[in-house]
């Protein structure tokens, strides 16, 4: 089945820094999600971007389809963004199912 | 609007109980997902309906494991003789399946089960 692996495993700044976790994949896909998952468990959505470049407020993503891999940058990072980073991947013949790679552990301390 | 609610949030039981964990998606979403998670991993696919119908069960681990949506909506996951290998986080998710991001998972915040 496809591999998802993630880079780095775990992450620790200072608040305001900023950061890059990576996606690679090993196959092609229909779709990509990236997700937080926060101290108490609750995965939060953060993109839905199986191609292109989205933006939302300190948060952008980018995937590169044809090169199997995608981005997530966190930029000014403040305390709240603590938790695991999840990416996630529905494969071609997936049947809709996610496929979630092994998560970006962040520590953001003040 | 709401989002994806599970009962319980925790569940404790004894090795070789029965047990039922309960998902009520999105209202209007036409896919529901099973999810297991262990500690420090990622989550894993058990199970996903699409309307009434399990559409894909190959990530069921046995025969122990039942899951049901009879009015393709609310969905219970059934676990019978559990063992202590079983104790994880049980997640749910939907998705609208329509829609530019038709496929956009949102997921609920799990039941955590612990068998002893």
């Known amino acids: 089945g496809i591999q998802v692996e993630q880079s780095p495993p775990d992450l620790i700044l200072q608040e305001g820094a900023n950061s890059t976790l990576r996606c690679n994949f090993s196959?092609?896909?229909?779709?990509l999600q990236w997700f937080h998952q926060n101290p108490w468990g609750q995965l939060i959505n953060l993109f839905y971007?199986?191609?292109g470049t989205k933006q939302n407020g300190r948060l952008s993503a980018t995937t590169v389809a044809t090169e199997r891999y995608s981005l997530l940058y966190i930029s000014s990072s403040q305390t709240t963004d603590s938790g695991v980073y999840f990416c996630?991947?529905?494969?071609?013949?997936?049947?809709?199912?996610?496929?979630f790679g092994t998560g970006t552990r962040l520590l953001v301390s003040p | 609007g709401a989002g994806v609610s599970q009962t319980p949030s925790n569940k404790v039981t004894e090795k070789g109980k029965y047990v039922e964990l309960r998902c009520d998606p999105i209202?209007?979403?036409?896919?529901l997902y099973w999810y297991r998670q262990s500690l420090g991993q990622g989550p894993e696919f058990l199970i996903y309906?699409?309307?009434?119908?399990?559409?894909?069960d190959s990530g069921l681990p046995n025969d122990r494991f039942f899951a049901v949506r009879p009015e393709g909506s609310v969905s219970t996951l059934k676990i019978q003789r559990t063992e202590r290998g079983d104790s994880a986080v049980y997640l749910c998710?939907?998705?609208?399946?329509?829609?530019?991001?038709?496929?956009?998972?949102?997921f609920g915040p799990g039941t955590r089960l612990t068998v002893l």
């Open positions: 971007i199986p191609s």
């Open positions: 998710a939907s998705s609208p399946l329509s829609g530019r991001e038709y496929n956009e998972q949102f």
């Open positions: 996630a991947v529905e494969p071609l013949t997936g049947f809709q199912k996610l496929v």
């Open positions: 209202s209007g979403h036409t896919a």
């Open positions: 196959d092609s896909v229909n779709n």
């Open positions: 309906f699409q309307g009434t119908g399990a559409a894909d």
